[in-house]
């Protein structure tokens, strides 16, 4: 193998478009023989890498075939372009690959592929001279990545694209910024000029991190938004993101009052690319997950492409030592999806690929995978040295002419003036950043934020969450209401029953029908609703039963989405079991969709820790570092039930451990209508902030917890829930979720009248003056306790504490906590060690401490 690719000539000569079944006559079947076995097997035997260490594969199947058929079919499928696209079942897909690979080749505009790549290149190279000792992860090795991407975008723009959502790690980022999302060089370039530090004083972000969106041109003048996600140094973390990001996009361009058009037509407005390194792409779970939703009804956005800026490299680690696979896109292989590999310094090749993965992205709605083989000429970053653990890789690329020289030799264009004018346009883009005092602006959000704020907290954008019985009776009517000869389940029929008596102020409201209350409440007043989650349709604790199925046919029925012909969309769906992708789709969902109320349930609280990446990075901390708010609502069923130390803990002590700056509301509502007003809150309030809901599971159905019809009128959620029973109480608990309810059963049963027993609904922010205000309508209580189930070392115990002894202090009042010791897993393995311990924790909570 040569050290160096010689760049294919220019290849003319390829007959025209010929159907594979439709050739020839008297050789056909042998002809079809030959190409079956290069169109299966062809791309081991593609060369694919510039430098040749990846060599080719030598194919038993393909050895000693020869002959004119075997080398028309050689030049199509072991060129600098090899595909994988047997594994799809789907014949159509298939002929119309092997179609177009065998058929006469598109025509490229070489001027410029010769411009692009020069600016990719200089572009890089400036910054390198200029900021010699900085990190900017640079895209040199894999340049053609820039007219790959507009071939891409030509083709949306051609197609009706009008946006374009991509996702892309480190590698090269700051190069599709300037490039592809347009964003103007001098801004991008500020970032290394780092002016203005106090304005982001523990906020902000890396310049290689932060998004970008502008607006592309295509060749022929089409117009494509193009909004580059702001992504986290996880890696394959913002997968989701973007999809999530994508399907809002189409759905803002579908949405028909309670329906949602997903035709092609809309599908292809909105355009979703991911960029991956290879190693990322073959190691990261995150990245597997988000893939398998490619088809799902639930997320699907008719395709996406993925490109694999693959380096054959990760960091310092060999391709030997990152996959099993031969090559890191065999992940793909999977689902029904071509993957096209290709060699980095065949740009030619590289735009006539780009074009057949947008064609058909939009002539199947599949996803696509292009393999784009090149290199990386420096260190994992520029302040590396990768002699250190590839010396021999490094003497080669040391030697390696840069893509743009190599290619205007091959063309034979003069590259002296575009190269000359480059670099003077971007010395100038440099000087104008190095005079910058202030730090460009993110772009705006988009104007469907506009009618609403985040940031900081003001009691302004409180509203009433309360109904009127005769709304609440005509929404429970459309919710327990069915089609005429839809077979209702026997057991759901009761079900109904009950719910049509809630309406009607029968029966206390459960929090199942009090959660479709709401739901249907909103959808009523022009707010959409989405929910996801494992089983979120029936419920995980047969609780919710949105989507009814019919007894016979199965077919699905959801009442919230039949209320009226002049409501929002409302969508509830059984989520991919997975956690880090779903919720990260759903993040990216509610960033487009502000007046959506968005949801995503975890199964059981504690599995919502499979997506702690996206919590950590986006749902905590999107807006301080990159100023990008989101209203998102999470789920998370939590309580000590004795069912073990899986089931048992959302781990509130994480939550509160990542609240800081009003980052988010975390809460746990005591009762169905607190649940209610809360899913209300969330969405009538013009102020944006991610909502933890603490769930329950026994209480779901509990008459403790069960409200009257009267608590939905009332009208809002209370932060804190004093207690009305016990009027001039000794000792005050106060409690969130569950043990309260427990706490004031005990004391029921203890006929016990000095102590009150507080629910804390929002633990975050902690309602300070409400709690303060309730402890004064005990004028001679001693003492505050803070019961919870959790252990000493979990739970909001260390949250809670300090702030209610600064409000204790106020009183002189003392604190207690009672809570479970201090332990390494979060509950009992045992039924009945539990009850013990339950007990005994009710037992400490009513140990009132002397009169001092
Ligand atoms: C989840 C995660 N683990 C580890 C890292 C540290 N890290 C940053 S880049 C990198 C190598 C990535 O290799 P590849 O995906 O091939 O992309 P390349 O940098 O070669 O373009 C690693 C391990 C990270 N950013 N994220």
Redesign the pocket.
């Known amino acids: 193998m040569a050290n160096r690719v010689t760049l294919a000539p220019e290849k003319s000569a390829k007959p025209a478009k010929k159907s594979p079944a439709r050739n020839g006559a008297g050789n056909s079947a042998e002809r079809e023989r030959i190409f079956y076995l290069f169109r299966r097997w062809g791309f081991y035997e593609a060369n694919l890498d510039p430098l040749g260490f990846f060599a080719p594969l030598k194919c038993p199947d393909l050895d000693g075939l020869s002959g004119e058929y075997a080398e028309e079919a050689r030049r199509y499928y072991c060129g600098t372009v090899g595909v994988e696209f047997l594994h799809i079942p789907e014949l159509d897909r298939r002929n119309w690959i092997a179609e177009h690979i065998e058929g006469a080749e598109s025509q490229v505009d070489q001027k410029k592929i010769l411009e692009r790549l020069v600016r990719a290149d200089l572009f890089e190279q400036i910054l390198q001279s200029r900021y010699l000792g900085s990190k900017r992860f640079s895209l040199e090795g894999n340049t053609a990545l820039i007219p790959l991407l507009d071939s891409i975008l030509n083709v949306a723009g051609d197609l009706g694209g009008v946006d374009s959502v991509m996702a892309m790690?480190?590698?090269g980022r700051l190069n599709v910024m300037a490039h592809i999302s347009c964003k103007p060089v001098h801004e991008v370039v500020s970032g290394f000029e780092d002016v203005d530090p106090r304005s982001v004083l523990g906020a902000g972000d890396v310049k290689y991190h932060v998004g970008a969106t502008g607006v592309y041109t295509t060749s022929s003048g089409k117009k494509l938004n193009v909004h580059l996600v702001s992504n986290p140094?996880?890696?394959e973390a913002v997968d989701p993101v973007a999809m999530g990001r994508t399907r809002a996009k189409q759905t803002r361009h579908g949405v028909r009052g309670p329906e949602i058009d997903r035709s092609p037509k809309i599908l292809n407005k909105v355009w979703g690319i991911t960029m991956?390194?290879?190693?990322?792409?073959a190691g990261?779970g995150i990245w597997a997950e988000t893939l398998n939703l490619a088809d799902l009804p639930a997320y699907t956005v008719g395709g996406s492409i993925h490109v694999i800026?693959n380096?054959l490299?990760?960091?310092t680690t060999r391709p030997s030592q990152e996959h099993s696979s031969r090559y890191a896109s065999s992940i793909a292989r999977r689902q029904s999806v071509p993957i096209f590999h290709v060699n980095a310094e065949d740009p030619d090749a590289v735009v006539r690929v780009g074009r057949l993965a947008a064609e058909y992205r939009a002539q199947f709605n599949s996803d696509v995978v292009v393999d784009l083989i090149g290199y990386?000429r420096h260190g994992?970053s520029e302040v590396d040295d990768p002699t250190i653990t590839q010396p021999r890789l490094y003497e080669r690329i040391k030697n390696h002419p840069q893509l743009w020289k190599i290619y205007a030799e091959h063309t034979g264009i003069d590259a002296t003036p575009v190269a000359s004018s480059v670099k003077q346009e971007y010395e100038e883009a440099q000087r104008k950043a190095a005079k910058l005092t202030k730090i460009p602006a993110l772009r705006k959000l988009p104007d469907y934020w506009s009618p609403y704020n985040y940031g900081k907290y003001s009691p302004s954008f409180e509203v009433d969450t309360g109904l009127s019985r005769e709304k609440i009776a005509e929404i429970a009517a459309g919710l327990v209401r069915t089609p005429a000869g839809f077979h209702v389940h026997p057991k759901i029929v009761k079900l109904l029953e009950q719910r049509a008596e809630m309406g009607q102020g029968k029966r206390p409201f459960d929090y199942g029908f009090a959660e479709l209350l709401a739901y249907g409440s909103l959808v009523l007043e022009g707010s959409p609703v989405r929910l996801t989650g494992q089983d979120s349709q029936r419920g995980t604790f047969n609780q919710r039963h949105a989507v009814l199925v019919d007894n016979q046919t199965e077919e699905e029925y959801l009442p919230l989405a039949h209320l009226s012909p002049n409501q929002a969309f409302c969508e509830v769906y059984n989520s991919s079991l997975s956690e880090a992708a779903c919720l990260g789709f759903e993040y990216g969902f509610s960033r487009d969709y502000p007046e959506g109320l968005v949801l995503w349930e975890a199964q059981f609280g504690d599995f919502v820790n499979g997506a702690q990446v996206v919590i950590d990075q986006f749902i905590s901390a999107s807006e301080d570092k990159w100023g990008l708010p989101t209203g998102l609502v999470l789920l998370l069923p939590h309580g000590y039930e004795g069912q073990g130390p899986e089931h048992s803990s959302a781990r509130i002590e994480r939550f509160m451990q990542l609240a800081a700056e009003g980052n988010m509301n975390i809460c746990q509502p005591s009762s169905a209508a607190q649940y209610f007003h809360l899913l209300r809150r969330q969405a009538r309030r013009p102020w944006r902030k991610p909502l933890v809901v603490f769930t329950p599971k026994s209480m779901l159905r509990h008459p403790d917890a069960s409200s009257p019809i009267e608590e939905f009128e009332r009208s809002r959620f209370l932060t804190l829930v004093p207690d009305h029973e016990v009027t001039d109480a000794q000792s005050i608990l106060i409690a969130s979720g569950k043990v309260g309810h427990e706490l004031r059963a005990e004391r029921r049963r203890r006929n016990d009248t000095t102590t009150a027993v507080f629910f804390l609904d929002q633990l975050y922010p902690l309602p300070k003056d409400e709690i303060a205000a309730a402890i004064a309508a005990h004028p001679n209580a001693r003492e505050i306790v803070w019961v919870q189930e959790e252990p000493a070392n979990m739970g909001a115990l260390f949250y809670v504490l300090p702030r209610l002894e600064r409000i204790a202090q106020a009183r002189n009042l003392r604190v207690r906590t009672v809570r479970r010791s201090a332990s390494a897993s979060p509950a009992t393995g045992s039924a009945k060690a539990h009850e013990l311990e339950q007990k005994t924790l009710l037992t400490l909570a009513f140990a009132t401490t002397p009169n001092s």
């Open positions: 790690s480190h590698r140094s996880h890696l991956h390194g290879d190693a990322a792409f990261q800026v380096n490299i990760g960091f990386r994992h």
